[in-house]
């Protein structure tokens, strides 16, 4: 009953529901990922932060050091209770020995980077670990997201932006939300944001909401080759190995995937979050589809002139399905799921105000395959160059034409049917010898070029055999064995 309630209030408002996206790595001294060594600084550890680096650090309890030597600029956010003591820890029994440890530098966490995010429908969900499972642009922050920065954590964050600027509706620093520019503008001007934002880009809070009930894309298509680059840094710029025949590349993501995808032409009707409902609650639970996860967000068809020059994409909705199978079993339940989402469809569609539905799949074993991909991807390179080559020549021949620098001539194609001003055109030329190389005799310009085969006599010079027809040369004697 709550369910249905909240999906009723969401039709009254014609909007759709908000995305919570949670940065994932934090700068904690507590944070045992923070230091080289994997472990806490102890009472006889020397601890060494990078002079150089800025860095906020977040302490949540008191810690007793041999001795600390901190950054040139940098700030520590204590927690109620918490600071640094000069001596020996007698309870930690495992320090008796201690070292110089350092802390690791935060320079290289990028807010374009997927892998360090987590999405969830609500901050519930993100508390119980019930994330979402998105396309790669959809895991940075979008335009209509709630973005948050964990309570009681410090954190430093790379925001270059090939757009220059990230837009998102809210986003919550220690516990404290800001959903006006203005108060996260001032808010940036301060000591702690400076350590927390740097880069090139700039972020702004909109307070805006998605208006469209069904769906509103996510606006990262400008960022992709930078999401992308991001994240495939972590994987030598390479996308990961994949073992299915054909793989999908769903629209924003930046790799192929084994699995299923669908895309849904909908109506004005179309209410995408109450379908998400659908999804999850009717078919995701369901145990026969056990590790499989879902993507459902609208997204803009790629189209194109002549599959070369790109134009306006049509909006779609797009479910991307993916399942934790392995070896030949690659993407089997994903499949399985797509095909039992299409015969919902078919039944059941126009109520959900769906059109149309269109499926592909990629599954098992694809090691006996990857010649046919290269051949069929050099192909369609080769037919594309060919015709932007032909598309350039035909270019530079139009504009020299119009320039004057060139002029086609006319050309006169040959005939089998001569008519009597045609012959007698051909008889009136000035010109009708040729010298003899051989000879040194000029062939008389009065003689007929048609003397030798005229009439009846060219008729004569025809021969018929059992092997086919040729012709009589009247200047050799055919009988002549010698010629």
């Known amino acids: 009953m709550g369910s249905a309630r909240l999906l009723l209030l969401l039709q009254l408002l ?44 977040f302490v949540q309890s008191t810690h007793s ?3 600390m030597h901190i950054p040139w600029n940098g700030e520590f956010i204590l927690a109620p209770g918490a600071g640094f003591a000069v001596g020996t820890d007698m309870q930690n029994t495992e320090c008796e020995q201690g070292s110089d440890i350092t802390f690791k ?9 997927p892998d360090l995010w987590h999405a969830g429908l609500s901050r519930d969900d993100l ?13 940075v922050p979008c335009q209509y997201d709630d973005v948050i920065f964990q309570p009681e954590t410090s954190f430093r964050v790379n925001i ?12 919550s620093i220690l516990d404290k939300r800001f959903d006006r520019h203005e108060d996260f503008a001032a808010y940036l001007e301060t000591n702690t944001a400076k350590m927390q934002f740097h880069g090139l880009g700039a972020i702004k809070v909109t307070n805006s909401r998605c208006a469209d009930k069904t769906g509103c894309v996510c ?27 054909d793989p999908l590349k769903p629209n924003g993501h930046c790799c192929e995937i084994c699995g299923a995808t669908l895309s849904l032409d909908y109506s004005p009707n179309f209410d995408i979050e109450a379908y998400r409902n659908r999804l999850l609650h009717g078919f995701l639970n369901l145990a026969k589809y056990a590790g499989t996860r ?63 539905a269109t ?61 009597d001003s045609d012959l007698e055109h051909i008889s009136n030329r000035t010109d009708k010898g040729f010298d003899n190389p051989i000879f040194d005799m000029e062939t008389p310009a009065t003689q007929d070029p048609q003397g030798l085969y005229s009439g009846e006599e060219a008729l004569k010079g025809i021969q018929l055999t059992e092997s086919g027809m040729f012709f009589v040369n009247p200047l050799y004697d055919e009988n002549d064995s010698t010629a």
């Open 14 to 57: 014609n909007v759709s529901a908000a995305i919570y996206k949670q940065w994932i790595p934090n700068t904690n001294f507590e944070n045992v990922l923070n230091w080289h060594g994997n472990r806490i600084p102890c009472a006889q550890d020397a601890v060494y932060f990078e002079r150089n680096k800025n860095v906020s650090v």
């Open 219 to 245: 606006g990262n298509t400008a960022e992709i080759l930078n999401i992308c680059s991001t994240l495939k840094q972590h994987t030598e710029n390479q996308c990961p190995g994949v073992v299915c025949k």
């Open 65 to 67: 050091l041999k001795s």
């Open 294 to 356: 879902m993507a459902l967000s609208k997204v803009y068809r790629p189209q194109t002139f002549l599959r070369i020059f790109p134009r306006q994409g049509v909006p779609e909705i797009q479910i991307v399905l993916i399942d934790d199978k392995n070896g030949s079993d690659t993407g089997s339940v994903a499949q399985l799921l797509a095909n039992d989402i299409m015969a919902d469809v078919t039944d059941n569609g126009p109520s959900f105000g769906i059109l149309k």
């Open 127 to 139: 508390e119980n670990e019930k994330h979402l499972f998105s396309v790669d642009e959809e895991r």
């Open 105 to 113: 530098e935060a320079e290289s966490y990028s807010w374009m980077d």
């Open 160 to 171: 270059n932006s090939a757009e220059g600027t990230i837009a998102v509706k809210s986003i």
């Open 359 to 419: 499926m592909q799949s990629a599954t098992g074993s694809n090691f006996n395959n990857h010649g046919g991909n290269r051949a069929a991807s050099w192909s369609i390179a080769v037919s594309v160059i060919a015709v932007l080559i032909l598309i350039l020549l035909t270019s530079v021949l139009v504009l020299l034409y119009r320039k004057h620098n060139l002029r086609f001539q006319t050309w006169s194609w040959p005939t089998f049917w001569k008519t």
